[in-house]
């Protein structure tokens, strides 16, 4: 059985910073690509990041490029989601979603999901 769970997210003044972990396991981790994926309340949700499942490649939404890094640490089983310059634009429940395919990249097919950590970005 697969599973994923986040952590990390809190209460953060603007152009504060902060690190989301997310661990995925019953599959082989480094098999699969994986993404980060946030919504805030009445909005649709929207994929913040991708990274394939070797970390070579990488996606990021226009809205957080050049202030969050997607990275992945194979051998922990781990994803991150380093966050830096943050705004009250920010502020959403953070998912991590977990590729349905071995060895794909991104955009991913998205399979498993986590329940989520919140993050909240004060003015």
């Known amino acids: 059985q697969v599973q994923v769970v986040e952590s990390g997210g809190g209460l953060v003044q603007a152009g504060g910073s902060l690190r989301l972990s997310c661990t995925a396991s019953?599959?082989?981790?480094?098999?699969?690509?994986m993404g980060w994926f946030r919504q805030a309340p009445g909005k649709e949700r929207e994929e913040v990041s991708c990274?394939?499942?070797?970390?070579?490649?990488?996606y990021y939404a226009d809205s957080v490029k050049g202030r969050f890094t997607i990275s992945r640490a194979n051998a922990k089983n781990t994803l991150y989601l380093q966050m830096n310059s943050l705004k009250p634009e920010d502020t959403a429940m953070y998912y991590c979603?977990?590729?349905?395919?071995?060895?794909?990249?991104?955009?991913?097919?998205?399979?498993?999901w986590g329940q989520g950590t919140q993050v909240t970005v004060s003015s």
């Open positions: 979603a977990v590729d349905l395919r071995r060895g794909g990249g991104c955009p991913g097919w998205w399979r498993y």
């Open positions: 019953g599959l082989t981790f480094a098999d699969y690509a």
């Open positions: 990274i394939n499942w070797s970390g070579g490649s990488t």
